[in-house]
């Protein structure tokens, strides 16, 4: 049964071992941010962990697609685990807004290990992500998927998104079309 976990160092040895297996947290950069994670993890495992809950967005600025760095925004990740981390799902937002700054496509972001997809880990995932957005008292929270995308897509709809609108993902994600979904966060 999946579970979302707190990234910690008992998780960590699972966590590496699947980005050395060739999977990313990271839909939009790939291989590349799984390869400047596994060099983090090897740097400082705890310091690594202790970056992925960045309640007040005070972390080292982010690195987009293109090689810019924005500001982080307050946000945490946690570790999907069903016996061994088979994916990531992260939470970010700008306090006191819903508003996400333009380089920011949404406030939910995940991804699963290909050898783990289509058991219903996204879903569920996100399903227990939205949990923790209602204790921030947000009406809703934005996220995208690719209009090619269409497992995304209907992982986003099994939770109770709705098309918000098709729009062209900004230039530092290559200025390709995305779908942007929104879901209530009924009280």
Known sequence: MLQLVVPS???LPSYAAALRRGWSPNNERGAAAAL???????????AFVASL?????RG????????????????????????????SIGFRWKRGTVELPPYCLGHIGYSVA???????????ALLSMLDEARRLGLPYVEITADVDN?????????????????FDKPPQFGGKPCLRFRIALAS
């Open 9 to 11: 160092e008992q998780y």
């Open 60 to 87: 080292a600025p982010v690195k987009m697609p293109d090689g810019s760095m924005v500001p982080r925004l307050p946000g945490f990740r946690r570790w999907m685990w069903d016996g061994e981390v088979v994916g």
């Open 114 to 124: 290909p050898w783990m997809r289509r058991r219903g880990h996204a879903t569920s």
């Open 53 to 57: 809950d960045d309640m007040d967005g």
């Open 150 to 166: 269409l497992p995304s897509q209907k992982v986003i709809l099994a939770a109770g998104g709705a098309l918000h609108e098709r």
């Open 36 to 46: 400047e994670e596994l060099a983090q993890i090897e740097t400082d495992p705890a």
